[in-house]
């Protein structure tokens, strides 16, 4: 009896497969065949999955966004907007492993988007939402000056994600909460 396989499952190990390669080998690196081998499957099997790797590509961009969505989703009711805010800033930046990957493999995406119209639409999208998600939070926080608010605190979250990938070793946990927490003072 041939063995069934869950499609949505297998396009999601996939994906981390991709993952793995980009992180471990860079973007460049991450082909059909490289990933169908680090997914443990043959190139003409993983195209019964996706046809094209920037099809590939977006759905692992795509599953980030997801991903990341779906954690602040899933944080508690927060009454105070400054604790919000301060949890929510945390689920977008680099504060653990999982993050840091997510985070990693975001960054090289961004890079390959200027090449890849399929990439750009997803790039864009992911950057409009999290303009919208600071405008929300900016708004939430009282500020009188939400839109120069919202480009600084976007700028914040983009910068210290940055800082995260090539200098994890100054741009520690520790240190982005720290520079998060004098930002939302400033707010005060």
């Known amino acids: 009896m041939p063995k069934v396989v869950d499609p949505v499952e297998r396009r999601l190990e996939v994906a981390a497969a991709v ?84 985070n990693e493999v975001w960054l090289a995406f961004t890079a390959r988007s200027m090449v890849d119209p399929e990439l750009r639409a997803l790039r864009n999208e992911g950057y409009d939402a999290l303009r919208a998600g600071c405008r929300g939070l900016v708004e939430a926080l009282g500020s009188r000056h939400v839109e120069a608010e919202t480009d600084r605190l976007h700028a914040l979250v983009d910068g210290l994600a940055v800082h995260a990938a090539t200098r994890p070793d100054v741009a520690t946990p520790e240190a982005m909460r720290a520079a998060v927490a004098a930002h939302l003072d400033s707010l005060a």
């Open 19 to 102: 993952w793995r390669v980009v992180r471990r080998d860079g973007l460049e690196r991450a082909s059909v065949r490289n990933v169908a081998r680090e997914a443990g499957l043959s190139a003409g099997s993983l195209r019964h999955y996706f046809a094209t790797q920037s099809e590939l590509l977006a759905f692992t961009l795509r599953m980030i966004m997801e991903r990341i969505e779906r954690r602040i989703a899933a944080l508690p009711a927060e009454p105070d907007p400054r604790r919000r805010a301060e949890r929510v800033l945390a689920e977008l930046l680099p504060m653990d492993a999982e993050r840091a990957a997510e």
